[in-house]
Each structure stands twice: as structure tokens, then as C-alpha cells.
């Protein structure tokens, strides 16, 4: 399985370790994205994770998780997965991202 990415370290697609390198390797891998997304909309347990992001397999979801709060982006507390500040200012960078996408779709009727 491959490590968490870390600024400063290579990852996949660069050995230059540059943070936005790192983010990008994180942020693309499959299910990431959406995980922060789902949990953006509040805290879940694990199983409402799963039926959030369409019953994706539990390894794939445990995978993303440990990477995700190896990053500092989600932490697990007593009620479940939630965002830490770090993932929130991440979902703060992504709106204008929303805006855009509607805009987009609004060109593919």
C-alpha cells in the first residue's frame, strides 16, 4: 500500500517533495475527495461514511481514512469522522471549485 503523502517527501509523480505535489497525490487518489466532501456535511460513523459515499468497499474507505488523518485532515473522535480545522480550510479552498462546476454544468443542459 502506498505510504501517506507528506510534503517535503517524494511522491507519486514527483520526487521534488513540494507541498502542493504531495496534496495533489493525496487529494487524487480514488474516494479521497469525496470522503472530505461527505464530511463537510457533518461528522459520520464509519457505516454512514459508507452509505454516504455509495457503498464504497470498507478497505477502501479504512485506506482513505488512515491516510487522510495521517494528513491532519480528518480526525476520529467519540461521534465519529469529522473534519480537523486543517480539512476544513481545505473545503474552503474547494467552494470557488462548486461555483465553477455549476457554472460548467449550467453549459451542458
Avoid: N
Wanted: hydrophobic letters at 40%; glycine letters at 8%; aromatic letters at 6%.
Amino acid at each position: 500500500m502506498p505510504r501517506t503523502p507528506k510534503p517535503g517527501t517524494p511522491v507519486r509523480g514527483s520526487t521534488t517533495g513540494r507541498p502542493i505535489m504531495a496534496a495533489l497525490d493525496l487529494l487524487g487518489r480514488r474516494w479521497a475527495l469525496r470522503v472530505i466532501w461527505e464530511l463537510h456535511q457533518g461528522t459520520a460513523g464509519f457505516r454512514e461514511l459508507q452509505r454516504r459515499c455509495e457503498q464504497m468497499s470498507s478497505s477502501v474507505l479504512t485506506t482513505r481514512l488512515t491516510e487522510l488523518t495521517e494528513a491532519h485532515l480528518v480526525e476520529l473522535t467519540d461521534d465519529g469522522y469529522r473534519l480537523t480545522p486543517l480539512g476544513t480550510g481545505l473545503v474552503a479552498a474547494l467552494l470557488p471549485l462548486e461555483s465553477w462546476s455549476d457554472t460548467w454544468a449550467a453549459t451542458h443542459p
